[in-house]
């Protein structure tokens, strides 16, 4: 039976991946609490970079390497929820100092979990809010970095929502 993923990525729900992953199961005989179980382990004994690739492996099983790149990184977040890494860690986004932290090294998981905070937080981009303009600043060392968006909501409002993604640098610079 072939997956069929919504026409808007950020519009996965956890069930429909839960269900793929039941699908997987029964398909493959191997239980998301196995799957889960063998990360953990992997994570234990591996580089960062190792670890992304076998997270990468293990999705690409799941979906027959059919998965759409687009789909792939909800699936990977979600995945984040049961390896006792959450994608984000802290902050309301508010202000510099409350910066909603982004725990990942991965670069296109950066950028879709910036952008998964927003249309969770705000609805989805062009119908509830539009990206007016985003920018970097550097921290109180190199791999200390903040980013910045501002965004325009659908009520005509104006916001500016921080992260923190230094966890992404310090990973990347191997620190």
Not at 161 to 173: A, E, H, L, N
Request: aromatic share 14%.
């Amino acid at each position: 039976m072939a997956i069929q993923f919504p026409a808007d990525p950020t519009a996965i729900d956890p069930v429909d991946i839960l269900r793929w992953l039941s699908d997987f199961h029964h398909a493959d005989k191997t239980c998301l609490t196995e799957v889960i179980n063998h990360l953990r382990q992997f994570k234990g004994h591996s580089t960062d970079y190792e670890f992304e690739k076998e997270v990468s492996s293990i999705i690409q099983r799941i979906f027959n390497n059919k998965c759409p790149m687009q789909y792939f990184y909800p699936v990977r977040a979600y995945l984040n929820t049961f390896l006792d890494k959450p994608l984000y860690l802290s902050g309301d986004g508010s202000s510099e100092k409350q910066a909603v932290r982004i725990n990942t090294t991965s670069t296109p998981l950066l950028s879709r979990a910036k952008f998964g905070y927003l249309n969770g937080r705000f609805g989805k981009e062009e119908e509830a809010w539009r990206l007016v303009k985003r920018w970097q600043k550097p921290g109180e060392t190199e791999f200390d970095q903040v980013e910045c968006f501002e965004v325009a909501l659908a009520d005509g409002k104006s916001m500016q929502i921080w992260f923190d993604v230094s966890t992404y640098y310090r990973g990347v610079c191997g620190v």
